[in-house]
């Protein structure tokens, strides 16, 4: 398979209290682990640049599918929550509710799109079967 695309990043430091780049430049941020696990909640964290990244591509899948269909989707938004947990073997484990908002376009043709969207975004192909992964369609 030929990559489409590819980005590289570097973690220095102390991992989630450390300092993350991204080889072009666009990243450049201090890490720290959120409050909530016992950090200082002082930098950005792993799970929000998931959970953005993961928004933004759902968000650009959602709007392919409703181009491929013909349905504009003015003013969409996608949302994304990414929760930790533990798994119960010693480990940790993700958790994500991706929450869709499409002004205008009936409930049923929204979650439609968003169906579609879960098919071809590759955050979620790369993530099905790995974590749980939930998906709303709201009015607002």
């Known amino acids: 398979m030929d990559a489409i695309y590819t980005t590289e ?3 220095t430091g102390a991992g989630r209290d450390g300092h993350v780049a991204t080889t072009d430049g666009r990243i450049d941020l201090d ?3 959120p409050k909530e696990m016992g ?3 002082n930098g950005a964290n792993p799970e929000q640049l998931f959970a953005a990244g993961y928004s933004a591509c759902f968000h650009s899948a959602l709007q392919g599918q409703a181009r491929q269909r013909k349905i ?3 003013g969409s938004t996608v949302g994304a929550r990414v929760s930790v947990d533990t798994n119960g073997k010693g480990g940790f484990e993700l958790a994500v509710l991706l929450e ?3 002004p205008g376009v009936p409930a049923e043709q929204a979650q439609a ?3 579609a969207a879960h098919q071809v975004c590759p955050y979620s192909n790369a993530t ?3 974590i ?3 998906i709303t369609v709201s009015d607002d």
């Open 39 to 41: 950090g200082s909640g």
């Open 113 to 115: 799109l968003a169906d």
């Open 100 to 102: 869709v908002t499409i």
């Open 31 to 33: 890490l720290a682990v």
């Open 72 to 74: 504009k989707i003015d």
């Open 9 to 11: 990043a570097l973690s």
């Open 128 to 130: 099905r079967g790995n």
């Open 132 to 134: 749980d992964v939930t």
